[in-house]
T-cell receptor, first 113, second 115 residues
Framework: TQLLEQSPQFLSIQEGENLTVYCNSS?????LQWYRQEPGEGPVLLVT?????EVKKLKRLTFQFGDARKDSSLHITAAQPGDTGLYLC?????????????FGKGTKLSVKP | NAGVTQTPKFQVLKTGQSMTLQCAQD?????MSWYRQDPGMGLRLIHY???????DQGEVPNGYNVSRSTTEDFPLRLLSAAPSQTSVYFC??????????????FGSGTRLTVV
């Protein structure tokens, strides 16, 4: 069974601070996605990384896929209250019934003004 | 607006009752799935479908049925509700599985309480 471990589980920081969220597995994934979920809503896709070592930037968010495609990180620079939410990583392996996403349990981020 | 529509948004059931959670998408996506989200457990796959007429079980299928008669709709049926099925349910769709597909579109969820 493939598992994705996210850390930390909870993170409470002040506006302007930097933070990094980690997503680790012992399994190799074809791609890894990051979602953000706000209370009462469904997850919304932020980014997909496919190639080992790939780095993608989305404004103040930087996503990296590990060289071995087993782990990923999300770094937020100068966090703002609008970044508050649940961040989920999800791994995918393609082909047949293995094409479903496996989700980590999430990192709940709170950014205080 | 294009997307995934789930109804109802909230539901309270008594133990033993049955009900259907509705999910519809207007993006012509082939792949649809149902997840449940519980505190400390993350999102767990219940059932999924890779196209009309094709469904399969996910990680936690017991107590749930699905069918996919059209590309647009993917209802989830609770046969005899139990308190353990109290959860938030999400429907998701994507254009395809495979290297060209880069993400799910989720509905806004159904919060179900079984008493």
């Amino acid at each position: 069974t493939q598992l994705l471990e996210q850390s930390p589980q909870f993170l409470s920081i002040q506006e302007g601070e930097n933070l990094t969220v980690y997503c680790n597995s012992s399994s190799v994934f074809s791609s890894l996605q990051w979602y953000r979920q706000e209370p009462g809503e469904g997850p919304v896709l932020l980014v997909t990384v496919v190639t080992g070592g790939e780095v993608k930037k989305l404004k103040r968010l930087t996503f990296q896929f590990g060289d071995a495609r087993k782990d990923s990180s999300l770094h937020i620079t100068a966090a703002q209250p609008g970044d508050t939410g649940l961040y989920l990583c999800a791994g995918a392996n393609y082909g047949g019934s293995q094409g479903n996403l496996i989700f980590g349990k999430g990192t709940k981020l709170s950014v205080k003004p | 607006n294009a997307g995934v529509t789930q109804t109802p948004k909230f539901q309270v059931l008594k133990t033993g009752q049955s009900m259907t959670l509705q999910c519809a998408q207007d993006m012509n996506h082939e792949y649809m799935s149902w997840y449940r989200q519980d505190p400390g457990m993350g999102l767990r796959l219940i059932h999924y479908s890779v196209g009309a007429g094709i469904t399969d079980q996910g990680e936690v299928p017991n107590g749930y049925n699905v069918s996919r008669s059209t590309t647009e709709d993917f209802p989830l049926r609770l046969l005899s509700a139990a308190p353990s099925q109290t959860s938030v349910y999400f429907c998701a769709s994507s254009a395809s599985l495979g290297p060209n597909n880069y993400g799910y579109t989720f509905g806004s969820g159904t919060r179900l309480t079984v008493v």
